[in-house]
């Protein structure tokens, strides 16, 4: 079935460096792909999504492209801030149906001041 | 706020003893999911309605948990004979019929089994 692999952290960053959590997938088809995040005693927000090939998703700085030729999706932001300490989830529709989300194990990150 | 809750937000319970957490997904939508998340893992799906028709189940979802979405509104995920295991935040979320499946969480429910 669908499955994603997703970079372990936890990832350590001072204010305004450049941010990569990779992420690749195995999946039947081109399944739309998402980022999740969360916020420490909260639950998953929907960061970004991508539904084909090439497409890029972004919100709050945050950017990731659907890379069909590579597989992956990977997170970047050019410039983090404190506030974006958090954990980040990988995901893409599995299933029969392709009704629940597959995840990643999640990559903690830290922003230092 | 029209966004997923769930209720209640922490629960201690001893092993042995029965829970039963609710969700109320956002109003217009008909699809709602269960997940439980374990600490430092990403959430595993449990189960999936479609309004009140619980159409998939995790082999995750032994016997002993039972979840029922009886009126296509609000949704109820019950574990009888708690075990330590259980414990675990669990998370629920909701979507619209169609479209990318794009799902929308509710703040989850830790429950601690002692």
Request: glycine share 10%; charged share 20%.
């Amino acid at each position: 079935g669908n499955s994603v692999t997703q970079m372990e952290g936890p990832v350590t960053l001072s204010e305004e460096a450049f941010l990569t959590i990779n992420c690749t997938y195995t999946a039947t088809g081109y399944p739309s792909l998402f980022w999740y995040v969360q916020y420490p005693g909260e639950g998953l927000q929907l960061l970004l999504k991508a539904t084909k090939a090439d497409d890029k998703g972004s919100n709050k700085g945050f950017e990731a492209t659907y890379r069909k030729e590579t597989t992956s999706f990977h997170l970047e932001k050019g410039s983090v801030q404190v506030s974006d300490s958090a954990v980040y989830f990988c995901a893409l529709p599995s299933g029969a149906g392709s009704y629940q989300l597959t995840f990643g194990k999640g990559t903690k990150l830290s922003v230092i001041p | 706020d029209t966004g997923v809750s769930q209720d209640p937000r922490h629960k201690i319970t001893k092993r042995g003893q029965n829970v039963t957490f609710r969700c109320d997904p956002i109003s217009e939508h008909n699809r709602l999911y269960w997940y439980r998340q374990t600490l430092g893992q990403g959430p595993e799906f449990l189960t999936y309605f479609q309004n009140e028709a619980q159409l998939e189940k995790s082999r995750l979802l032994s016997d002993r948990f039972s979840a029922e979405r009886p009126k296509g509104s609000f949704s109820t995920l019950e574990i009888q004979r708690t075990e330590q295991g259980d414990s675990a935040m669990y998370l629920c979320a909701s979507s619209l019929l169609g479209g990318l499946n794009e799902q929308f969480f509710g703040p989850g429910t830790r429950l601690t089994v002692l």
